[in-house]
């Protein structure tokens, strides 16, 4: 004869194991299929048109993050000089191209020095090499009312802290700092664009086949 579990035992066990039901498990017991392996990017795009068409988010901080990931913002300089090299006149060369291609945009251009010298000698000496890099842009076909060159952290904000020379440190820093007049907060054509193209180029699979893969194909066909 099969013996029968006693129901207070069942009841018991039961209990036990609601009693260890965590907060996490029973989130995801009542979560929506497929929430688990919802990594929470879908969407992601159209969050963030609204949050800038909203004032969330500064649109300028977009596109200077932008511009940072897609072109070297920053150009070094040898000591106590303001003279661009080859290597800076290139990195500005990419600078403007793509300033080019958004023309309601405004950009700064920040200089630095390292510690060596006076503050009020590295402080001059940040803005001329700021000048000497606006110069360039605007030689490049960057119109001058969308570039700025008034500020100069000096000595101030190195990116290696020492007080002997440092190339490093020895540099200028270009970012968007806003829009023409007239424009504004709103996520218009040409930059929902840029946001449509980038999402776009996010989903795109990339498709090869190694030689080995087309003739195995070859043969099967």
Known sequence: MAMRTPLVLLTTVAVTSL?????????????????????????????????????????????????ASEVPSTVNFAFNSATLDSAAQAALRQQAQWIRSYSLATFRVYGHTDKVGSNNYNQSLGLRRAQTVVNYLVSQGIERSRL???????????????????????????????????????LDGKYALFEYTEYVKSATENHTLSLVDEEAQAEER
């Open 19 to 67: 009693g260890a039901c965590t907060p996490e498990m029973a989130r995801d017991f009542n979560a929506p299929a497929g929430n688990s392996i919802d990594e929470g990017s879908f969407g992601n795009p159209t969050m963030n048109n609204i949050q800038v068409m909203s004032g969330e988010r500064n649109a300028a901080i977009n596109l200077s993050r932008k511009f």
């Open 148 to 186: 700025e060159a008034v500020v100069s952290f000096g000595e101030t904000q190195p990116i290696i802290v020492t007080d002997g020379r440092e190339r490093r440190n020895r540099r200028t820093v270009t970012e968007v700092s806003g829009f023409l007049k007239g424009r504004s907060q709103t």
